[in-house]
């Protein structure tokens, strides 16, 4: 290599640390695996799109072929933690490398301070073409990108606005799945082919209220699926769940969220309705009013027969949305096969957090509890990834950022709170710490889940709830993955108590987040 040849910006330090990086991250008994030294990278990213509903994580019921392959070319993680379990957050971590307190986007409807450094700027300088589409959620146009058209904040599934990078307003016919997939494509093909690229594809889907694509209504109405064995969870010994407002039963809405009379002419109702073409609105109302306010009207139902009527409907609406977004995942599989740039391209599948289907008798996220915690996530990249492999480490979103860094041979800057866990994907003995600090803001609105921190390790949870109250959890992973069980102050568990607590403070104070030492060190026994 000619070093005289290089770009200026590419010189000194840069060069020294770009070296350490590659370096770092490839120890040398992987030298014999000569990945591509700068690969392209496709990041796929839904929202609330929960391994529960995806056949490769064991769902008997859920049609997921195209996640499911990505996972059988490449690897699949069981224990990625997402730092604060909603939708905003979660991407401005992406972007940034670091946790809620750090980057300032602690909850949503909040704008997103772009006068911050994100990762993508990295890429760039390393000579990547970068783009997003679809949803981003972060109220402002971060820098980065030299592409960008995604949605103003949720878009709709039907006829969705998008934005772009001069900041102008288009709508496109069409759903929205479909057209995040087609704007993508489109992107792929005018590129300048002599550059790698990191293309960020985001979905609305599986976001509330979980309209279907046309061709997917009814995908599921012959399956009846089994109700959750906590779905009558009565919150025993947590008091915050005992207040939360995010129920199936209490919460969910027949009109809103399952869809039953919707008021399709409302002047001032859901913008959905009123976007739909004819050929969108004869379909979607002849299933909605024609049959399922149909049946909710004819079986007259209340009590438990009402809630698990809802669940069903909740399910059917959720897994059928699902469909389109794994549709277009394959379209996008094919897209590189056909172009030939399958084998130079990393393709991830991810979703900005998990989601409870029916667990605890749950909609939504936000919990440190597993089903919200973690996040399905699947990575292909030939020639470097054995294809099958099955990650248990844990791992978090905060560590996104420097693993993509790393798998692009760019430097990784300062002021990152996370680590590449590429050496983890490549099976190599890579002194993991499997621990991952997680805080959680929103409160009280939308869903009365009160604020808090944590840890989860690979085998317990600790968290502090503050706000209205003030205690402390402790699950044991192993023996109550659903974490049903707070062995908090339980007697036999005060060793590891401590242990936790001590490991948590450490989290705390190296991720310099000073509220949450504040709340730590006034913590009640
Ligand atoms: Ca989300």
Not at 194 to 211: I, M
Not at 420 to 435: E, H, I, R
Not at 493 to 505: G, M
């Amino acid at each position: 290599m000619n070093i005289t040849s290089l770009p200026a910006w590419l010189t000194g330090t840069v060069l020294l640390a770009l070296l350490l990086s590659i370096a770092t991250a490839f120890s040398p008994e992987e030298e014999k695996i000569t990945p591509p030294a700068r690969p392209n990278i496709i990041f796929i990213i839904s929202d609330d799109h929960t391994s529960q509903a995806i056949s490769a994580y064991g769902s008997k019921l859920a049609k997921t072929p195209n996640i499911d392959r990505i996972a059988r070319e490449g690897a699949i993680l069981y224990n990625n933690i997402i730092s604060n379990s909603i939708c905003g957050p979660s991407r401005a971590t992406l972007l940034t490398g670091k946790f809620s307190h750090t980057n300032g986007y602690k909850f949503n409807e909040k704008v997103f301070d772009i006068n911050q450094p994100v990762f993508p700027e990295e890429l760039q300088k390393n000579g990547y073409q970068t783009a997003w589409v679809g949803k981003m959620h972060l109220g402002s146009l971060p820098h980065g990108f030299d592409y960008l058209n995604i949605l103003p904040g949720h878009g709709s599934y039907y006829n969705s606005d998008f934005v772009n990078s001069q900041n102008q307003t288009k709508r496109y016919t069409g759903y929205v799945t479909d057209v995040v997939t087609q704007l993508s494509t489109e992107w792929l093909d005018r590129r300048d082919p002599n550059k790698p690229f990191f293309l960020v594809v985001g979905h609305k889907a599986t976001h509330r209220e979980w309209l279907p694509a046309i061709e997917d209504l009814g995908a599921y109405d012959n399956v009846t699926f089994p109700i959750p064995p906590t779905f009558y969870d009565n919150y025993e010994g947590r008091l915050a769940a005992q207040k939360q407002d995010m129920s199936i039963d209490k919460t969910m809405r027949l009109k809103e969220d399952l869809k039953v009379h919707v008021d399709y002419d409302a002047p001032n109702g859901n913008l959905t309705y009123t976007r739909f073409t004819p050929e969108q609105r004869t379909p979607f109302y002849n299933y909605y009013e024609g049959k399922v306010s149909k049946e909710f009207d004819e079986k007259k139902l209340s009590g438990k027969a009402l809630v698990e009527w809802k669940y069903q409907r909740y399910m059917r609406d959720y897994l059928a949305t699902a469909n389109s977004l794994d549709r277009n995942i394959g379209k996008l599989l094919d897209y590189l096969d056909k172009t030939g740039l399958a084998k130079n391209t990393v393709v991830i599948y991810t979703s900005d957090q998990g989601f409870y289907l029916g667990e605890h008798g749950w909609f939504d996220k936000r919990w440190i509890y597993e089903e919200s915690l973690k996040t399905p996530f699947v990575i292909r990249y030939p020639g470097v990834i054995k294809p099958g492999t099955q990650v248990r480490n844990v791992v978090s979103n905060v560590d996104w950022a420097p693993t993509l860094l790393s798998l692009t041979g760019t430097a990784i800057p300062g002021g990152l709170q996370g680590k590449s866990f590429l050496p983890v994907l490549t099976g190599q003995k890579a002194n993991w710490q499997d621990q991952a600090y997680y805080h959680y803001y929103e409160y009280p609105e939308p869903h009365h889940v009160a604020p808090h921190f944590g840890l989860r390790t690979d085998r317990y949870t600790i968290a502090r709830f503050y706000g209205p109250d003030n205690f402390w959890e402790l699950y044991d992973i192993q023996k109550d993955p659903h974490n049903l069980k707070n062995l908090y102050g339980q007697k036999g568990y005060e060793k590891i108590t401590a242990s936790l607590k001590a490991q948590l403070r450490e989290h705390i104070v190296r991720n310099k987040d000073d509220e949450a030492l504040k709340l730590f060190e006034s913590s009640p026994q």
